[in-house]
C-alpha cells in the first residue's frame, strides 16, 4: 500500500515539474518576447529565431540597469565615434566614463534593437540623465548638433530670412522677420546708435551654429560679428569721410549692390563721396529696388529693370528723390564694400554704368555727356 502511495506521490511531483517546465517553456514562447517587445521595441528583421529568444532573454534579465541612468550627479560629455569604431570598443569607453554599467548587456541591446548597424561617427552630447537605452538612440542619431549657416553679400532680411525654414535651426521664417523689424528686444545695438531694424546688421559668411540656438543668440553670433568688421582703424576712416559706423554700413549696402566685382568697389564708393560732397542725390538703382519690394512676376526683391514710374516710388530709400543717404542699408555688405567705403579711390568721377561688354565691370565718367556717350548701343 505504502509503495502505491509512494508511487503517485511521485507521479503527481514529476507531473507538477513537467506543468513547471511547460509553463516556463511557454513563457518563454510565447510571453517572453512580447513582454520584451512591450518594454525595447521590435526584434531586428536580421536576428534568427533563437538569436531573437536569446537577446529577449538577456534583456529581461537587465531590464533595469537598461532602463536606469549609470551615473550620479551632474556630467556631460561630448562624446565622439570614429568612423568603423566597433560597438566592444563604443561600450568599453562609455563604461570608463561612467555612463553605463554593464558593457555586454549595452551590446545585447544594440544587436537586439539593430541599432549596432546605424551608429552615427560623429560627436555625440551624452549626459548622466540618459540611460543606456537614451544612449543607444543618442549615438545613432545622424542629426548634427550644430549646423552651417550661410548668408550672401547683397542679400536683404527677407532674403535671409527665406533661407530660416530649411536651415536646420530651432526658429522659425516669422520669429526672425518680427525680431529683425523689432531687434531691440534682443540685442543691444548701441554700437550702430541704436537702429529700428537688422538690416545690414548681419554679416554674409558661413557660421558654425548650435542647432538648439535660440533666436538671440543667433542674431548676437552675427551682429557681433559685423561689429568686429569695423575696427577702430575703420571706424577712424569713416569719421575722417564724415560718416558714423551706420552711415559707413549703409553706403557700403548700397556700394554691395552696385559692384559686380570686388576690385570697382572703391571706385564705386568715390562716386558716391563725390555726388554728396557736391550736394548731389546718389541716384543709386538698388535703392529704388528695394522700396519696390518683391516683385512676384519677376520673383525677386531686385526688380530689373527700373522703369521711369518706378523711378518716383515715395520711400525715404529712394535715392533718385531723396537726398543723402538713405535711413538703413539696403543689403548685407560684405568686407570688402565696408573697406571701399572706409578708404574710397580718390576720382573726379560722379557717374557710372555698366561696361556692354557683360563682364560685370562699369564705364566712369565726370560729366553727364560723357555719362551718356558710355551707354550701348
Aim: proline share 6%; hydrophobic share 40%; net charge negative.
Amino acid at each position: 500500500m505504502r509503495h502505491k502511495t509512494t508511487s503517485k506521490l511521485i507521479i503527481l511531483v514529476l507531473v507538477i515539474a513537467l506543468c513547471a517546465v511547460l509553463a516556463g517553456i511557454s513563457w518563454v514562447v510565447y510571453r517572453l518576447p512580447q513582454q520584451v517587445e512591450s518594454i525595447f521595441g521590435p526584434a531586428s528583421p536580421s536576428l534568427t529565431v533563437v538569436q531573437k529568444y536569446s537577446y529577449a532573454f538577456q534583456l529581461e534579465f537587465h531590464k533595469d540597469e537598461l532602463l536606469s541612468p549609470a551615473g550620479r550627479g551632474e556630467k556631460e560629455i561630448k562624446f565622439s565615434i570614429e568612423s568603423g569604431e566597433g560597438i566592444q570598443s563604443i561600450a568599453n569607453r562609455l563604461y570608463q566614463e561612467g555612463f553605463i554599467s554593464n558593457t555586454e548587456s549595452f551590446i545585447d541591446y544594440l544587436i537586439y534593437s539593430g541599432l549596432d548597424t546605424k551608429i552615427q561617427a560623429r560627436t555625440h552630447t551624452i549626459n548622466n540623465l540618459m540611460n543606456p537605452v537614451a544612449i543607444a538612440y543618442e549615438i545613432v542619431d545622424a542629426t548634427p548638433e550644430e549646423v552651417t549657416f550661410g548668408l550672401l553679400a547683397g542679400w536683404r532680411i527677407e532674403e535671409i530670412a527665406g533661407t530660416i525654414p530649411n536651415s536646420g535651426l530651432a526658429f522659425g521664417k516669422e520669429e526672425f522677420l518680427n525680431a529683425a523689424q523689432n531687434p531691440a528686444t534682443l540685442l543691444d545695438l548701441s554700437f550702430w546708435g541704436d537702429p529700428t531694424s537688422l538690416e545690414g546688421l548681419l554679416p554674409p559668411g558661413e557660421f558654425i551654429i548650435q542647432r538648439t540656438a535660440t533666436l538671440g543668440e543667433f542674431l548676437s553670433i552675427l551682429e557681433k560679428d559685423q561689429e568686429a568688421q569695423f575696427s577702430d582703424s575703420i571706424i577712424s576712416q569713416l569719421a575722417s569721410l564724415g560718416l558714423s559706423p551706420y552711415e559707413g554700413l549703409i553706403l557700403a549696402s548700397i556700394v554691395e549692390r552696385e559692384a559686380m566685382v570686388d576690385e570697382e568697389k572703391p571706385m564705386i564708393a568715390s562716386v558716391f563721396y563725390n555726388r554728396l560732397e557736391s550736394g548731389m542725390r546718389l541716384d543709386s538703382d538698388p535703392t529704388v529696388q528695394y522700396a519696390i519690394g518683391f516683385n512676384s512676376e519677376q520673383n525677386t526683391w531686385w526688380t530689373n529693370p527700373i522703369n521711369a514710374e518706378q523711378l518716383q516710388i515715395d520711400s525715404l530709400n529712394n535715392t533718385y528723390l531723396y537726398q543723402g543717404l538713405p535711413p538703413s542699408p539696403i543689403s548685407a555688405p560684405s568686407v570688402k564694400a565696408i573697406e571701399a567705403v572706409a578708404s574710397p579711390a580718390q576720382t573726379p568721377y560722379y557717374y557710372f554704368r555698366a561696361a556692354c561688354d557683360g563682364s560685370g565691370n562699369h564705364q566712369f565718367a565726370v560729366t553727364y555727356e560723357e555719362h551718356l556717350q558710355n551707354a550701348c548701343p
